[in-house]
């Protein structure tokens, strides 16, 4: 109605609606009927106006200052209430019809929410029933069966990665909480604070256009673990603060110099020193559409999806990968037959001894990570994903989205976190587009003359939890990897060998390529990396068409080496549907009790 047409901006509608108006008043044709309408409405706004003071002194807005000398807000109440009064008192039916209307205006403007500001008493109370509530729930001690998800999700800006921010959506929308974390680098480009401004106003306009409930937070920081540990501290107010953090998989970790992976593995570590649960969303499509869209988020253009960086790393000669000769991770027992010089490899001695003397051995007749049954190389060209764009691979993520997400959400559950790896499937499994999935668990495998009994022990665990599953599968993860696996992992390290040096803290001289592996590496986590392939051949095994793979995230030690580290990260999710791997604090998020 208030459109406006013309070089003056004349709202014609509106004045067609006011002359429809007046002519239905004028063709009523009966003075006293008019005169009880025109009193009833003119009653019902001062009535209106009288509780509008009122409920700007309630809010005790620092911008509501009558001039009236006498003026309490009681007496605007008392005022408010006479005028009622007065109109019920003239006739109960006008009166009931004209509060019926003004409160249709009122719903209708609020429904059809216009680009005003009003400056209205419900927003100044608002505000202040809000930071009461956060005062008096500081005095509120933490309990288990109050536990809901507060999320810090490092998205960068948000609009850039549509597809962690529609998933974390999903199981904090009406829940719990979401924050919105971008960390603002030199190497991001000159910013400034008076960027922040903007970069919010943008940002909240994409989470309205979007339906998205969530927070939007921005540090300037001159590193990105530098920003993460400000969030970390600084994010929230009182019990309103985070309890989980969630970030997007490096996709380009094999690109990255060695500090970056290093922050990569410290703001992990950062996050557990403070209590929190760790997160990390892996698509293999990828989810950052920066370079396909403006800040707000309004405008983007088709992608062209490129291949991981495990696909890059292979180079093909005449149909066959080309490996160079470099000191491989070994299977205890297992890759004799492929090497020329077995007694050379590095590798733990049968006894339990420590290192074998080393050398560089070769690989002989080393097979196509293609030609390897169960563990696909996944090659993305242009057209490869049945979707149009990655947008189009983000909306599946969307609560909005009209396709809903079918078959099973595997929720691997090797160690006992608190109950995080399994509460926060559970709740997608209640949320669109994921409610159409159900749970299935696997858990670890006990001693095998004891199967049967932990499985029963585990199906009775899980319905004390009142988690709804499909089937609880035990899972070996102590039996060592195949050949085939151990050769596809020794392949993906392969360029990040270090032939020359043995000490763990060795990084490139230019600081520009990830920190070399060397052999105290291997051998210090030898047993962790033989369980991350292990897990691989689970995942292929059990996982592969899955809908979703939520599973518990391996916990860096602070001596990690950061390239290994993402080395299992990759070997846990390469060539899998959307992972989450998630740990918990060890705090329970979960009870019997109701």
């Known amino acids: ?44 706004t001062y009535a209106v106006i009288n509780y509008a003071c009122f409920d700007a002194s309630l809010s005790e807005s620092p911008g509501f200052r009558p001039g009236f000398r006498f003026y309490n807000k009681w007496l605007s109440l008392f005022g408010a209430l006479i005028c009622v009064a007065c109109m019920f008192m003239m006739s109960w039916q006008g009166a009931l019809a004209t509060m019926a209307i003004i409160v249709f205006l009122y719903m ?37 069966k109050n536990f809901r998800p507060q999320v810090l999700v490092l998205t960068g800006l948000p609009s850039s990665r549509p597809a962690l ?21 030199p190497d991001q480009g000159e910013f400034s604070l008076s960027s922040i401004g903007p970069l919010q106003k943008q940002t909240y306009a994409w989470f309205n256009q979007k339906h998205v409930k969530s927070f939007y937070s921005t540090v300037l ?54 209590n929190m649960g760790v997160g990390i969303l892996r698509v293999q499509e990828g989810m950052d559409v920066s370079h396909l869209t403006d800040v707000t988020g ?24 080309s490996v160079s000769p470099s000191v491989l991770l070994p299977r205890r027992g297992s890759l004799q037959p492929v090497l020329e010089h077995p007694a050379s490899a590095v590798s733990l001695s049968p006894n339990g001894g420590g290192l074998s003397p080393s050398a560089v051995p070769l690989l ?70 994921w409610n159409g999935c159900k749970l299935k668990i696997f858990y670890l495998q006990g001693k095998p ?22 089937d609880a599968v035990a899972v070996n993860t102590s039996k060592p990897p195949s050949n085939e696996s151990v050769i596809w992992f020794n392949q993906m390290i392969d360029q990040f060998r270090d032939r020359e ?23 210090a986590m030898f047993e962790k990396t033989q369980r991350q392939i292990r897990v691989r051949e689970l995942l292929k095994e059990h996982s592969s068409n899955a809908s979703l793979v939520v599973m518990t995230l391996p916990v860096p030690k602070m001596n990690c080496n950061p390239t290994l580290y993402h080395a299992w990260l990759e070997t846990l999710t390469a060539g899998m549907p959307p992972i989450l791997l998630l740990r918990g604090n060890q705090q329970s998020v979960m009870t019997f009790y109701s």
Request: contains cysteine.
């Open 221 to 274: 920081a001159d590193s990105f673990r530098q920003g993460v540990r400000s969030m970390l501290q600084t994010v929230g107010i009182g019990k309103m603060r985070p309890n989980m953090v969630v970030m997007g998989f490096t996709q380009n970790w094999m690109e990255r110099s060695a500090g970056r992976n290093l922050e990569f593995i410290e703001s992990i570590n950062d996050a557990f020193d403070m």
């Open 298 to 321: 309004s405008t983007f253009d088709l992608p062209s999806l490129v291949a991981s960086p495990v696909d890059k790393m292979f180079s093909k000669t005449n149909g066959h990968e």
């Open 364 to 433: 002989r007749n080393c097979r196509s990570t293609l030609d390897v049954p169960g563990l696909e190389h996944r090659e993305s060209t242009q057209g490869a994903s049945q979707y149009a764009s990655k947008l189009d691979l983000a909306d599946r993520f969307s609560a909005q989205s009209k396709q809903k997400m079918v078959g099973e959400i595997h929720v691997w559950w090797l160690y006992d976190d608190g109950g995080l790896t399994l509460l926060i499937p559970h709740i997608l499994s209640k949320k669109p587009p």
């Open 501 to 523: 040096n043995s000490d763990a803290t060795a990084a490139p001289s230019d600081g520009t390529l990830p920190t070399p592996i060397t052999n105290d590496d291997l051998q």
């Open 1 to 44: 109605m208030a459109r406006g047409y013309g070089k003056s901006g004349e709202p014609r509608l509106a004045y067609l609606l006011t002359f429809a108006i007046a002519c239905g008043i004028i063709a009523i044709a009966d003075l006293n009927t008019i005169t009880f309408l025109v009193s009833n409405f003119f009653i019902g």
């Open 449 to 470: 003359h004891l199967l049967d009994e932990a499985q029963r022990n585990m199906i009775a665990l899980l319905s004390k939890f009142r988690i709804d599953f499909s």
């Open 165 to 185: 921010v529609y998933f974390v959506h999903t199981f904090t929308k009406n829940l719990g909480m979401m924050i919105c974390g971008h960390i603002l680098t």
């Open 108 to 144: 209708y403007v609020r429904h059809k929410a216009p680009d005003v500001n009003w400056g209205s008493s419900i927003q100044a109370r608002a505000f202040k029933s809000t930071v009461q509530s956060a005062l008096k729930l500081i005095n509120v001690q933490e309990h288990v």
